[in-house]
């Protein structure tokens, strides 16, 4: 089973930047996909970016041009760098892990492993 750990989150005002990392543990995570998800207040948990083993990257419609997802498999961690913020992207990040193969990226089922999420605050 693999621990994942995020951190990066605060509070920025829009236009601004935030980088948020997540530190896995227990085993390493590079034959797997990853995935970035968020949930806002009183909202369901929605995917933002994932990378797959090999680096392919995708990325909700909302935050392309603006997030880059990236991974460090010799550190063990992936990392999202989100410019040009806006208020809409406020909520609790989580970093998810696929160690089961499932082969698609986008749904909370298609991880097994979360993160404790941190959270992203831009004000307007």
């Known amino acids: 089973q693999v621990q994942l750990v995020e951190s990066g989150g605060g509070l920025v005002q829009a236009g601004g930047s935030l980088r948020l990392s997540c530190a896995a543990s227990g085993r390493t995570i590079r034959d797997n996909a990853m995935g970035w998800f968020r949930q806002g207040p009183g909202k369901e948990r929605e995917f933002v970016a994932a990378i797959s083993w090999n680096f392919g990257t995708y990325y909700t419609d909302s935050v392309k041009g603006r997030f880059t997802i990236s991974r460090d498999n010799a550190k063990n961690t992936v990392n999202l760098q989100m410019n040009s913020l806006k208020s809409e992207d406020t909520a609790v990040y989580y970093c998810?892990?696929?160690?089961?193969?499932?082969?698609?990226?986008?749904?909370?089922?298609?991880?097994?492993?979360w993160g404790q999420g941190t959270q992203v605050t831009v004000s307007s």
């Open positions: 998810a892990a696929d160690t089961n193969f499932s082969g698609t990226y986008y749904f909370p089922n298609d991880y097994n492993s």
